[in-house]
Each structure stands twice: as structure tokens, then as C-alpha cells.
């Protein structure tokens, strides 16, 4: 037998499909070239898949990674990024002085899946499971930026940052915004990596213009990259 197949045929070529779309969004056509699965096939198991949440569609309609995918690695134990978000994030809290959180991308948007709110005080608070918009944020800015040119230009439409500013966080490791999300917040993100140096999370503070100015940057980039790059690296290690 073929190591890389079961013997299953029908549920090998749905993990092939699966293991395309971590790559990223995919149409029918791409999927087939990818998977080397006939359409009629490909489209079959792709729509099954989606009935289970396996698998979604972006805006486009492409196919790309459903929901279920991360709630069955949380509900097995084996998200090796969750497993040190808390401790990480309260590390980061406690030395910024401000509320710290974790973000992933999913399809058009971004979703908290990590926080450490801070203990006192005015505070922007994000709950885990929240769903934000990826055209506003530091955070949407470090998910966006290392893309592949074409669907970073396709995100652009409507986004409060430019192509401009997506070029300066790729070159400086890290996003800054102020109003932009939210009238009066201010925030700072970081790139958390996986296999094949792939952008996977932003880290991230936020907080009060107030509190941090409108140049968060200038004080809380070095530590918000240091939390990223500890994570980079636990996940690199226990891979």
C-alpha cells in the first residue's frame, strides 16, 4: 500500500483536500489542479466537507479551512499555539500594562482565540471568540501582510490601511494602529510563526489612546515581538 494512502480512497482524497486548503483559499479549479482529483469529485467532497464545517468559503466563494478544524484540535489538546497563549499573554500584560490578546485569520476575518485582559482600570477588552474585521487593526495588519501578493491586494479593498503600510510592517516585524479599529484605541501586533516561517497569529496589546500615545510602537514593540518570537519558537520545537 502507498504510504500516503489509507486504503480509503474517498477519505484520502478529503484529507488531500483538506491539506491543500492549508495553504490557503483555493476555487474548484485550483483545488483540482492541486489535489490531482476530478472535479465532479473534488467538488462533492469539498461541499460535504463544508456541511461539516471542515471546510467554508471566503467572499470570493473559493473553498478554504472551516471552523470545526480548530475546534477539534482545541477539544484533542493538541493546539500546541493555545497551549502557551495564556501564560504568554499574561507575561505581557503584566510588563506592557496593557490588555494582550491573540489572533487567528479565518477566511475574511480574524478571531481572538487568546487574552489576558488587563487587571484594573480603563481597558479595551476583547473576549476570546470574538470575530473582528480583517480591513482595520494591527492585528488584521500582521495577518494581511505576509500573504501572497494577490490575495493581499484583494484585502486591501476597503481597508483602512494601505499597501504602503502593509510594506513597512513586513519590513520593521511589526503593526501599529490608532482609531483605526475602534474611535480612541490604540494597538501594537507581532507575527507569530509556524512550519515554513508561514504567518499563523498576531500577537497583540491594546489599550486607550490615552495610555499609549499615538506611537504605541515606539514603546511596546520590542516586547510585543519577543512574546511572538517565544511563541515561534515553542511551536518550532514541538513540532
Known amino acids: 500500500?502507498?504510504?500516503?494512502?489509507?486504503?480509503?480512497?474517498?477519505?484520502?482524497k478529503a484529507?488531500?483536500?483538506?491539506?491543500?486548503?492549508?495553504?490557503?483559499?483555493h476555487s474548484l479549479s485550483e483545488l483540482v489542479a492541486a489535489t490531482g482529483i476530478a472535479r465532479p469529485t473534488a467538488h462533492r467532497l469539498a461541499v460535504a466537507l463544508e456541511f461539516h464545517r471542515l471546510v467554508s468559503r471566503d467572499f470570493a466563494g473559493r473553498f478554504v479551512l472551516g471552523a470545526r478544524s480548530s475546534e477539534l484540535a482545541a477539544a484533542a489538546g493538541e493546539d500546541r499555539l493555545l497551549a502557551i497563549a495564556a501564560p504568554a499573554l499574561a507575561a505581557l500584560r503584566d510588563a506592557s500594562g496593557e490588555s494582550?490578546?491573540?489572533?487567528?485569520?479565518?477566511?475574511?476575518?480574524?478571531?481572538?482565540?487568546?487574552?489576558?485582559e488587563r487587571l484594573s482600570g480603563l481597558r479595551d477588552s476583547v473576549p476570546v471568540g470574538t470575530v473582528?474585521?480583517?480591513?482595520?487593526?494591527?492585528?488584521?495588519?500582521?495577518?494581511?501582510?505576509w500573504e501572497e501578493p494577490d490575495r493581499l491586494h484583494r484585502g486591501l479593498v476597503n481597508a483602512k490601511f494601505t499597501a504602503a503600510s502593509l510594506s513597512a510592517v513586513r519590513r520593521?516585524?511589526?503593526a501599529q494602529s490608532v482609531g483605526e479599529r475602534e474611535a480612541?484605541?490604540?494597538s501594537?501586533?507581532?507575527p507569530v510563526r509556524g512550519p515554513n516561517n508561514k504567518v499563523i497569529a498576531a500577537?497583540?496589546?491594546s489599550g486607550p489612546m490615552e495610555r499609549l500615545g499615538r506611537q504605541p510602537g515606539r514603546i511596546h514593540a520590542a516586547s510585543v515581538m519577543a512574546t511572538a518570537a517565544r511563541l515561534t519558537e515553542y511551536i518550532a520545537k514541538t513540532k
Open 172 to 174: 520593521r516585524g511589526w
Open 100 to 116: 494582550a490578546q491573540l489572533y487567528r485569520r479565518q477566511g475574511d476575518q480574524r478571531i481572538c482565540v487568546a487574552t489576558a
Open 184 to 186: 480612541g484605541v490604540a
Open 15 to 25: 484529507v488531500r483536500i483538506l491539506a491543500t486548503l492549508e495553504s490557503g483559499p
Open 203 to 205: 500577537v497583540s496589546i
Open 132 to 145: 473582528l474585521t480583517m480591513q482595520a487593526g494591527s492585528a488584521a495588519q500582521v495577518l494581511m501582510a
Open 1 to 12: 500500500m502507498d504510504k500516503k494512502n489509507s486504503g480509503v480512497g474517498v477519505l484520502d
Open 188 to 190: 501594537v501586533s507581532a
